[in-house]
């Protein structure tokens, strides 16, 4: 099975901005909304009125002048372009904190991501189970996805062997990595790979807090020297 990628090439915070749409648009048909305006969608997310309008210009014509969004039509057709209006398998390679509480997040498979698998390389935890699923030795991952055929992989390992980790998951068919190492990855052209670093969104975090004790000894939020 052969990674393939798409032909439209979509800026990666445009389709950041779907995943937002989609979860808000959720949100809206449980509680029943039937249309909505892009002005609405401003008031409502944050996400300017106008950047909406051309996020969903990549994929062609949306909602009714004068009329707005069907809600539940929109929400049909953004899952389809995120590919998420089916099954979407996803194996974990790490049976620890996160990848527990990884497997037991049930957002997953509200949004059709179902976690088939999880590897590890610890004897002590192989062959137990990480809540309804037995924890495979990482040995078997090409194996088993051959049967499975998961395309989803997330790293939840330590950092020195996250690289190895992906490389087991390349030969396993898995075309695209979620990462949570805190390490780059190096992975072939045609994988698609996401970082998530804690320590670097709590470091933003960190900064801004910061911004007015940099302002009151002389540095401007911008990190330049007034």
């Not at 002048?65 to 049909?76: A, F, K, M, R, T």
């Not at 072939?188 to 900064?207: C, H, K, W």
């Amino acid at each position: 099975m052969a990674c393939s990628s798409t032909t439209v090439k979509v800026p990666v915070p445009t389709l950041e901005r779907l995943a937002n749409y989609l979860r808000f648009l959720h949100n809206l048909e449980q509680d029943r909304v039937e249309t909505i305006s892009s002005a609405e969608v401003e008031r409502q997310t944050g996400i300017n009125a106008a950047q909406f309008r051309k996020d969903l210009s990549y994929f062609g014509e949306f909602g009714k002048p004068g009329v707005g969004y069907n809600v539940s039509e929109l929400n049909q057709r953004i899952a389809r372009i995120l590919q998420i209006d089916q099954e979407q398998r996803v194996i974990i390679v790490g049976a620890g904190n996160l990848g527990s509480a990884l497997v037991g997040y049930p957002g997953l498979k509200e949004h059709k991501f179902n976690v088939v698998a999880v590897f590890d390389n610890n004897y002590a935890k192989i062959g137990r189970y990480l809540w309804n699923l037995e924890i495979y030795d990482i040995s078997r991952l090409q194996e088993i996805n051959a049967e499975l055929r998961a395309r989803i992989g997330i790293v939840a390992v330590p950092a020195p062997v996250a690289q190895s980790v992906a490389d087991q998951l390349l030969a396993a068919n898995i075309c695209a990595i979620l990462n949570f190492a805190p390490t780059v990855l190096r992975v072939p052209d045609g994988t698609v790979i996401r970082n998530v670093s804690f320590m670097q969104e709590l470091a933003v975090l960190s900064y801004h807090l910061s911004a007015d004790h940099l302002e009151d000894v002389g540095v401007s939020v911008d990190g330049i020297s007034e």
